[in-house]
């Protein structure tokens, strides 16, 4: 007997109330500028209803169709990471007092927690990564304000993009842990399923119902078909070993003909953490800001050390992102960096394909290859 | 301890970079108390010849009289630094340069010709003399400018600015307008300085702050076709306020046809 676990469409606006009510500030999904972005909210009318994203590498649409869902979309350029590990923030100030001497200063930290609507789980995997770079031995104090009571009611996704590769990381579509809330969109509602304390104090207080096996079933097979929909995928496991074998692959240059190296893909990866710190002082020199702001292994200020600029090509660059998020994150986190949002094929202005270039670099190298291709000669597949 | 000395001079330029000192409000009485300031024409301050610390020159060297006087200017200057697009890479009068159409565009605007004395190419300062700092830009940001000023007081050299202007716009939350809106966007190869100001009302770069570091000018060339531009077009994207700047000049060639400078679309 399952027990009550269905929420009317209708009733979604209590569930912003309650966690409202309870003193955070809510979070979700909205449109801006032609894009989704996760924004204050606090009316349901407020989410992009009929809203659904088409997104191909280098390229981002919205497209309107007749449905009464909030969330048949896949993602937009940005979902956690902007609110937790901010652009650009004063990390401390300092002013000389009139006697001369230095009075150092922190910035306020926000006094209502977040709660964000609406997060998939490749951007929860994404949180859980950052999580472990921003509180791991030498905890953040800027982020771990702003994650500490963060609430996440997650949506399963189902309307995956062209871009997506989740279920080849392994990180979706079903959101399996780290949410208070998750909830399967069917046309007449949402199924709940409580992931915390917190969750389940928010569920009772909601006006819900029993489920029915036919919404039940549809919500499992709408995740699995977003599984199932999507073409790209990396090379499976570990590939550590198999791209710090090939730094010297022909591949980085032949990419980097076509790179910017601009940094849009690292901006918008959900996992990337890189910023660079700068000190502003005020004209008249009585004070001065400390500022971090998001940096990227694609600036020459990246590899910048006295005097020199390791990286100052843009095939090492890239070969320093690649080798960085699907190699060495292993040994830093215990897996990938790379959660499969698809956001760095999207956003990246001249469209290049993380996916392809890493099964370009780590397909078995030329000798290999010829072995391979005499076997298949040998079998008449060729 | 006397205040350090400031001069600002202008060449071949519509002014409108000085105006980051002018309208820098509170910031000018800061300054005024902090260095003197022995030139500003546009201020009302008039002694050219002003031995100063620190010189900033708008404008590009366009006449005969205006190469002579920049040599005056960094001999009675310890720091010179260009103010704006035009002192750093010749601005948009340089155009003229493209198609050696100086004599042709004289003929075309002035009533009287003949009075008109310049040289058949507009030039950054730094092709006359050395340059010690560049602000970019089409005009300067005041924040930059005022940075550059500080910094030089406290004796270290400014910081450059030169990620792309996508850095920026991903710092500032703005929606990519190439990917979501197809606009010829120019970040991916303009330098940051602006605050991504073009963007964050929904237009496409016209890159103002000239290139960044490693501009990778003949991918976006590729990607501006992908998006239906003509050679014409896509060469007007590189050719423009920074047409002499190394990377955009020769990227910009690739496209060009001759009679562009003149208007002629053919």
Known sequence: MQHANFLLRSDLQQMLNIISGDGFRVLGPRLRDGAIFYEDLRAVDELPGGWGDVQSPGRYRLEHQESPRYFAWANGPQALKPHLFRPRESLWRVNREDGGELAFSEPAMPDAPLAIIGVRACDLAALELQDRHFLGSIPDPYYAARREGLLIVAVHCTHPADTCFCASTGDGPRAERGFDLALSELDEGYLVEVGSERGERIARRLPLQASSEAQRQLAAAEIEGAAARQTRRLPEGNLRDTLFARLDHARWDEVAARCLSCGNCTSVCPTCFCHAEQDVPALDATSSEHVRQWDSCFTEGHSYIHGIVIRAETGQRYRQWMTHKLGSWHDQYGRSGCVGCGRCLTWCPVGIDLTEEAQAICAPLKDEAEDKTGDAIEEGKV | ?266
């Not at chain 2, 050219?48 to 200017?73: N, P």
């Not at chain 2, 004289?106 to 340059?131: D, G, N, S």
Request: one cysteine or more; proline letters at 5%.
């Open chain 2, 1 to 266: 301890m006397s205040k350090p000395s400031v001069a600002v001079h202008k060449f071949s330029s519509c002014d409108g970079c000085q105006l980051a000192f002018l309208n820098a409000g509170e910031d000018l009485l800061t300054l005024s108390g902090l260095v003197d300031i022995r030139h500003f024409l546009e201020a009302g301050l008039a002694d050219e010849e002003a031995e100063v610390d620190i010189a900033f020159v708008e404008g590009s060297i366009s006449t005969a009289d205006e190469a002579e006087r920049i040599r005056k200017v960094r001999a009675k200057s310890r720091l010179l630094v260009t103010l704006g697009a035009c002192a750093t890479s010749g601005g948009l009068q340089a155009l003229r340069n493209l198609d050696e159409s100086n004599e042709d565009w004289k003929q075309a605007i002035y009533a009287r010709p003949e009075f008109i004395r310049t040289l058949a190419h507009a030039e950054p300062v730094r092709a006359h003399v050395r340059v010690d700092f560049e602000l970019w830009g089409c005009p300067v940001n005041g924040r930059q400018v005022l940075a550059a000023v500080r910094q030089l007081l406290f004796g270290v050299n400014p910081l450059d600015e030169r990620d792309k202007v996508c850095m920026e716009c991903k710092r500032q939350n703005v929606v990519c307008v190439m990917v979501a809106h197809d606009k010829p966007c120019m970040g991916p190869v303009t330098r940051t300085g602006c605050g991504a100001l073009c963007p964050r009302f929904g237009r496409d770069c016209y890159a103002c702050f000239g290139p960044a570091e490693q501009a990778n000018t003949s991918a976006l060339a590729q990607r501006l076709e992908g998006l239906g531009l003509p050679p014409a077009d896509v060469a007007r994207r590189f050719l423009f306020i920074n047409s002499q700047a190394p990377a955009f000049h020769a990227e910009g060639l690739k496209h060009y046809q001759p009679g562009f400078a003149n208007g002629d679309r053919q």
